[in-house]
């Protein structure tokens, strides 16, 4: 069982940086492979970044690629996101998300998700 709480969201201008952090709980969240999701007002749940257990292995949705970076510290039972060069398009509730393996984009495949945080990216 793994429970997740999402932090840092917030209210920033377009082109400014956010970072969100997720904090796990379970002694075994080092063996889990974690995401990022996020969903806009009206529209599905879709894939923002993912990242394997050890940290080794990232994969990015191809609107963020190049300005988002997923990374985790084990030690600390943490994943963050970092958020650069934000858009309006990038506002909506961000959630973190566990499975037990890496590989997959689709929100159905997760077994474990935390409540959101809002970003809004004013223009």
């Known amino acids: 069982q793994v429970q997740l709480v999402e932090s840092g969201g917030g209210l920033v201008q377009a082109g400014g940086s956010l970072r969100l952090s997720c904090a796990a709980s379970?002694?075994?969240?080092?063996?889990?492979?974690m995401g990022w999701f996020r969903q806009a007002p009206g529209k599905e749940r879709e894939f923002v970044a993912a990242i394997s257990w050890r940290g080794l292995s990232t994969n990015y949705a191809d609107s963020v690629k190049g300005r988002f970076t997923i990374s985790r510290d084990n030690a600390k039972n943490m994943v963050y996101l970092q958020m650069n060069s934000l858009k309006p398009e990038d506002t909506a509730v961000y959630y973190c998300?566990?499975?037990?393996?890496?590989?997959?984009?689709?929100?159905?495949?997760?077994?474990?998700w935390g409540q959101g945080t809002q970003v809004t990216v004013s223009s």
């Open positions: 379970g002694r075994t969240f080092s063996s889990y492979a």
């Open positions: 998300a566990a499975r037990r393996s890496y590989g997959s984009t689709r929100r159905t495949d997760y077994d474990y």
